[in-house]
């Protein structure tokens, strides 16, 4: 059981180069979430998905996509990178019990853009 | 006004004390609370979700004030290893349904000998 995992763990871009991050879970949740976090900002939430084939916007979703094709992988999109997106992304997930919500979460994705 | 605020801190206590962190929160519609700890680089875990009857994990002790709007975590007999970043979550319901959680900045801790 490996819980949610993260790749890659570490990339640098050029400014206007893409990539994706892939998140996957093995412990069947409904909900995933991307999150940024930067210092003294916290975690800020990017886009989340509440089940296979839907996605929606979080707090600070412009230059990001993702996708949800799969119920245990959540995709987030860079189309072109900007310095501003350099950041720590980390990956979570929940399952759908209301009360419980305890997110598990994947051990970051360190991107630097130059 | 942000919707989760935490005192930055850092609270810098010797080991063996009790230190206490309070956390507001803005939505009054506010369903679920948590306490995660947060290592340097590392991600987010959950310490205690938090209860309309307070609850206590060794410890941990976490209480909510719905009418005062704030969730607290107390921790006695501080250790070395309770150096961390201590991060307040609130989630309400989202339209639609949703369980959209809000972290808090996060409040730093350092214990020291």
């Known amino acids: 059981n490996a819980g949610v995992t993260q790749t890659p763990k570490f990339r640098v871009l050029k400014t206007g180069q893409s990539m994706t991050l892939l998140c996957a879970q093995d412990?069947?949740?409904?909900?995933m979430y991307w999150y940024r976090q930067d210092p003294g900002m916290g975690l800020r939430l990017i886009h989340y998905?509440?089940?296979?084939?839907?996605?929606a916007k979080g707090e600070v979703p412009d230059g990001y996509n993702v996708s949800r094709l799969k119920k245990q992988n959540f995709l987030l999109g860079l189309e072109s990178a900007a310095p501003s997106q350099t950041s720590v992304y980390f990956c979570?997930?929940?399952?759908?019990?209301?009360?419980?919500?305890?997110?598990?979460f994947g051990p970051g994705t360190r991107l630097t853009v130059t | 006004r942000k919707e989760v605020e935490q005192d930055p801190g850092p609270f810098n206590v010797p080991e063996g004390a009790t230190v206490a962190f309070n956390c507001t929160y803005s939505?009054?519609?506010?369903?679920?609370f948590f306490w995660y700890r947060q290592d340097c680089r590392k991600e987010p875990k959950l310490l205690m979700s938090?209860?309309?009857s307070g609850n206590e994990d060794g410890r941990f002790t976490a209480q909510l004030n719905r009418a005062s709007q704030y969730i607290s975590l107390l921790i006695r007999d501080s250790k070395l290893s309770d150096s961390a970043t201590y991060l307040c979550?609130?989630?309400?319901?989202?339209?639609?349904?949703?369980?959209?959680?809000?972290f808090g900045r996060g409040t730093s801790l350092i214990v020291h000998p």
């Open positions: 412990m069947n949740h409904e909900y």
């Open positions: 979550v609130v989630a309400p319901w989202a339209s639609g349904g949703s369980y959209i959680p809000t």
């Open positions: 939505n009054s519609a506010s369903q679920s």
């Open positions: 998905s509440v089940g296979e084939g839907t996605t």
């Open positions: 938090v209860y309309s």
């Open positions: 979570a997930s929940s399952s759908w019990d209301r009360g419980t919500g305890e997110q598990y």
